[in-house]
């Protein structure tokens, strides 16, 4: 059975930091990608950051330099390091994790239970 269990979030003042954590359960499969996903109200899904399997990174412009992902393959756990929040960075945060697998390309997407994350004064 695959989980996807994130925790985190909260309200934290501009400038402020929070950190964001996700431990994904993938039974047989082999977790090839985990990332984080945000959408704000009326504003569509998009990717913040994303780790594979191999350790190569991506992020959005909007969160280069201020967000850092990073991961602890023993506890197959992807965290998401926010500095310098800014007010635009409100929204309902995802975690997501590809899986499938060994050695194939196959890959199902599972997603986390989301969390708030405001920032406001």
């Known amino acids: 059975q695959v989980q996807v269990v994130q925790s985190g979030g909260g309200l934290v003042q501009p400038g402020g930091s929070l950190r964001l954590s996700c431990a994904a359960s993938?039974?047989?499969?082999?977790?090839?990608?985990m990332g984080w996903y945000r959408q704000a109200p009326g504003k569509q899904r998009e990717l913040v950051a994303h780790?594979?399997?191999?350790?190569?990174?991506y992020y959005a412009d909007s969160v280069k330099d201020r967000f850092t992902i990073s991961r602890d393959n023993a506890k197959n756990t992807v965290y998401l390091q926010m500095n310098s929040l800014k007010p635009e960075d409100t929204a309902v945060y995802y975690c997501?994790?590809?899986?499938?697998?060994?050695?194939?390309?196959?890959?199902?997407?599972?997603w986390g239970q989301g969390t708030q994350v405001t920032v406001s004064s």
């Open positions: 997501n994790a590809d899986v499938g697998p060994l050695d194939t390309s196959t890959m199902f997407r599972y």
């Open positions: 993938a039974g047989s499969f082999s977790i090839k990608i």
């Open positions: 780790i594979t399997s191999d350790g190569s990174i």
